[in-house]
């Protein structure tokens, strides 16, 4: 009997990675306020990777609590420019003042992902990207921003380089997955060394 796999998190794009990869898995979303969580870890110096992986290990112990025996994917993503983390814009404003102050420099994705059974960590990796964004115009900001929608609040970066967002970078280095938010080669690798997925 194959091992029952849990997905913390919600994000339908995490999601959709892990169907087309073929895996068989169940969505339960972790109840933890990141922003509590993060707020310790910066005044003591954790890099923006580290945040990443303690939140995706944070949400994959609270899933694992309630799911004892089931193997839980838990997942974190931040976005840093120097030593600036971004967030999710929370307004179409605060997504216009991201891009301006992205625009013309290189920040990182920093993509956490961990497998956790029962309360224990079996594994963790955090794949890292640069990407570089094209200088832009601010009115070309906001004409971009009236175009994508909402949609520029639903990442850290308030873009989504598998849309529209692919317009806004003039060099990408780093791995795909890693950029929309799941490093999935080395996930798959680690589940099929468990035994978890065929392979």
Known sequence: MMQKIILASQSP???TLLQNAGLSFET???DIDERAAEAPMRQTGATPADIAEVLAIAKAMDVSARIPSAL???CDQTLSLDEEIYHKPE???AARRHLLSLSGKT?????AVVLVKDGELIWSHTGVA???????????IGRHLARVGDVALKSVGAYQIEGEG???FEKIEGDYFTI???PLLALLEKLRELGAIDG
Do not use: W
């Not at 990407?131 to 070309?140: G, I």
């Open 13 to 15: 794009f995490r999601r």
């Open 28 to 30: 339960i979303s972790a």
């Open 72 to 74: 839980v994917i838990g």
């Open 91 to 93: 307004s179409m404003e």
């Open 107 to 111: 920040h990182q994705l920093n993509s």
């Open 130 to 140: 640069d990407l570089t964004m094209r200088k832009l115009d601010p009115a070309f």
């Open 166 to 168: 692919i317009q806004l």
């Open 180 to 182: 929309v938010g799941l």
